[in-house]
């Protein structure tokens, strides 16, 4: 059996343990939310784009991409989510739907089809710190 203190020092370097991981997304109430009551989730980084050079190549979710289409790669979310990206550099927006992997560049949160970057402003400077709300989660196809 356990002594009580050393049961104190498990407790303790749980607690320490989990105090170290930082959430990658923060849920707050508003709009957004697929679900009337529910948290709208949102997330923020740089997003870049991706076009010409991946056009008519296989998606992970198994579609074919099309820069003209409003998608986006995501590392984590569903394939299928519905995504609010907001370019707090200029205001403008756009809604995707995740149906890739990626980015595979370190700081960046999203990649967005060229019909998607054009709609918020992004192809001259190549990346934005954009705001991501998921308006609906989408179920795994893949």
């Given at each position: ?8 020092s ?7 343990l ?25 997330e ?25 289409s409003l ?5 984590t979310?569903?394939f ?6 907001n ?19 370190d700081?960046?949160?999203?990649d967005l089809?060229l019909?998607?970057?054009k ?24």
């Amino acid at each position: 059996m356990l002594r009580k203190s050393s049961l104190i020092s498990i407790l303790v370097v749980i607690l320490l343990l989990s105090g170290c991981s930082s959430p990658r997304f923060a849920t707050r109430p508003g709009s957004g939310s697929s679900t009337p009551g529910r948290h709208a989730t949102v997330e923020e980084g740089y997003a870049s784009y991706y076009a010409e050079e991946f056009h008519g190549r296989k998606t992970s979710n198994g579609e074919t991409y099309d820069m003209n289409s409003l998608t986006a790669a995501h590392p984590t979310l569903p394939f299928n989510t519905k995504v609010r990206v907001n370019n707090t550099q200029n205001g403008k927006s756009v809604v995707v739907r995740i149906n890739d992997r990626g980015p595979f560049k370190d700081n960046r949160i999203m990649d967005l089809s060229l019909s998607a970057a054009k709609t918020i402003g992004l192809i001259g400077p190549g990346t934005a710190w954009v705001k991501l709300e998921i308006l609906e989660i989408g179920s795994e196809s893949r």
